[in-house]
């Protein structure tokens, strides 16, 4: 219950500091439970309304998994929970860990005019996942109810329901470390959802190499984040690693931050934490919200990791945070890059601590032509310049290979599909061994989509994975855009095409060309609106849509169409300028929808 009088769990501790060097997640918490630390929410008016201290964490999470146990379900059995940023999600998400059961986080994220679409994408992960058990609050709970009819679902509830039920007289089952923790839904396809495996092991491996090296932690540390739980950087990176550390978090709702993004820095002022991630968006949104009036009252001097990731990184955006934020006693040296993935747990590599983020200017046109990055004071000065962030060496135990196509292995400055091969790596997709085995091969590398190279030993993303679209930080696959298109009367299979491509300004523009043989302008017009109707209505999403003629849109030599080449086609045949026209067009058509 919210109270003005609550005190938040404190910084400093007794508790002798470890770096997640323990077995299993439970064994963890078990420990961390032995301190004060934990986990304190606020509201977007910056008022803390629940604290919830590791021992208590432990304690509730013990008592629930003996409620969950007596539901009579299988060591195993998924258990849906829509992850909201409060309490409950961290004890449902522990309860499972000592129950034996596997917790799946579900997006939080309806918007207005989307009900379908989030019934819809509700529905898949449930049945992707093919969880036993629902759990959502009373806003959601509506929401999961219509996405489970027709599922063989024991119970789909409130928290407070299952709070209610009796306590098993079982005891609790032995927890190994070869276990499966929990499954993260790769927050990309709607259609074809896929459930990374992660295992109490190659948690742990991660959150050691994170905490140990990533960070370099210490109990001095406090974290703090706006992030959601059901994207891995949320979930691990700041429900995780915060207990695996035994260091206390302060939790923002990720939509309080989106109305009131300003709130971010008066907490990261208030609680004096020292350690905040966010994608380039979040650092965006943040400082553009900032008044020269609201300055004053910002103490950042604490703020000593300020880590990017999560999509391509901007430069400009970083550079204009830490000057705007510079007479708060924010130090640009706090930036830290990295590249990371759920098929990895979560952290991949991590840039030196305390030295800001570092650069490349590369000739994009030589990249893109042939795959090598050239500085762009070693070119012939006729290309167009590319400033790309370096995230870092890989975390012990990692192995980097940067490879053209599937074997052969290229040399530093070449760029290649990026593969890895460690401990935190996933044990495959739930329930999709074509895909498992397409993502990981026999001697355990993943292959993983993403685009990069390496100079002595640190890794550059050049790339996003193969064809997905990033836009503000949330990935959407194109076969989703494209499917709702062709399901139009006037467009046929393989008439359309979706990527995404930058303005002048580094934003990404989501872009779908559709093949079309009409030559009424008036239907032509009609069309483009409805399909930017329908991927607003159905995905939340602003498209920009452009007919283009029969037969032009470009294939493989297997006859598939080539996304990555028609993206070419359309970025090479607007010049930067039109580019500009092209965006603002788009944003027009947006504001009179």
Request: charged residues 20%; hydrophobic residues 40%.
């Amino acid at each position: 219950m919210s109270s003005p009088e609550l005190n938040s769990t404190p910084t400093h501790h007794s508790l002798s500091f470890r770096a997640a060097d323990f077995a299993t997640l439970t064994e963890a918490l078990d420990y961390a439970a032995q301190g004060e630390t934990g986990a304190n929410f606020y509201t977007g008016r910056g008022a803390i309304y629940s604290v919830l201290p590791y021992r208590e964490l432990r304690r509730d999470a013990i008592e629930l998994a003996g409620k969950l146990s007596g539901l009579g379900l299988e060591k195993g059995a998924r258990v849906a929970l829509v992850a909201e940023t409060n309490p409950e999600f961290l004890r449902f998400f522990y309860a499972c860990q000592y129950a034996g059961l596997i917790p799946v986080a579900l997006p939080a994220s309806v918007k207005v005019g989307a009900h379908c679409a989030y019934v819809a994408q509700l529905h898949r992960l449930l049945e992707a996942s093919d969880a036993a058990i629902g759990v959502a609050s009373e806003g959601y709970l509506s929401f999961l109810e219509e996405a489970s009819q027709g599922l063989d679902m024991c119970m789909v509830a409130m928290p407070e329901a299952f709070h209610a039920l009796p306590q098993s007289q079982q005891p609790l089952p032995q927890v190994s470390p070869t276990d499966v923790s929990y499954i993260q839904y790769t927050s990309g396809s709607t259609r074809f959802p896929r459930g990374v495996v992660i295992k109490h092991e190659t948690a742990l491996a991660n959150l050691q190499g994170i905490i140990e090296h990533g960070l370099e932690m210490s109990n001095d540390d406090r974290m703090m984040s706006w992030l959601p739980f059901y994207h891995d950087m949320g979930l691990v990176g700041f429900m995780l690693v915060p207990m695996a550390a035994q260091v206390s978090i302060d939790y923002l709702d990720t939509r309080e931050f989106a109305m009131r993004p300003r709130q971010w820095l008066d907490l990261m002022t208030q609680s004096r934490a020292t350690i905040s991630f966010a994608p380039s968006f979040g650092y965006d949104l943040c400082a553009r919200r900032v008044r020269q009036n609201d300055l004053a009252n910002y103490d950042l001097s604490n703020w000593r990791v300020a880590g990017i990731g999560a999509e391509m990184i901007r430069p400009d955006t970083l550079d204009y945070f830490a000057e705007l934020l510079e007479p708060c006693g924010f130090d640009r040296r706090a930036f830290l890059a990295c590249y990371g993935m759920a098929e990895c747990t979560l952290g991949v590599s991590f840039s030196p601590l305390w030295t800001g983020f570092t650069t490349h200017h590369i000739d994009s046109d030589h990249l893109a032509d042939h795959h090598r990055a050239v500085l762009l004071e070693e070119s012939d000065g006729r290309g167009r310049g590319r400033q790309f962030v370096n995230c870092g060496a890989p975390l012990p135990g990692f192995e980097v290979q940067i490879r053209d196509g599937e074997e052969t292995v290229l040399d530093d400055w070449h760029s290649g599909v990026i593969y890895l091969r460690g401990p935190s790596v996933m044990s495959g997709y739930f329930n999709l061994p074509e895909e498992s085995r397409h993502a990981l091969d026999e001697d355990g590398w993943l292959n993983t989509g993403d685009i990069g190279y390496q100079v002595d030993g640190v890794l550059t993303i050049t790339g996003r994975k193969k064809d997905l679209i990033i836009i503000h930080g949330r990935n959407i696959w194109p076969q989703d855009l494209e499917h709702i298109a062709e399901n139009e009367p006037e467009v046929r299979p393989g008439d359309a095409v979706a990527f995404s491509v930058p303005d002048h300004e580094g934003e990404e523009l989501c872009v779908m060309l559709v093949q079309s043989r009409e030559t009424d302008a008036k239907k032509r017009n009609n069309l483009v609106r409805r399909l930017s109707a329908l991927m607003r209505l159905e995905m939340s999403l602003d498209c920009y849509v452009e007919l283009v003629p029969p037969r032009s849109l470009p294939k493989t030599s297997s006859g598939k169409l080539s996304r990555a080449k028609a993206r070419l086609d359309f970025i090479n045949s607007h010049a930067p300028e039109n580019l500009d026209a092209v965006a603002e067009e788009f944003r027009l058509r947006v504001a009179s929808a």
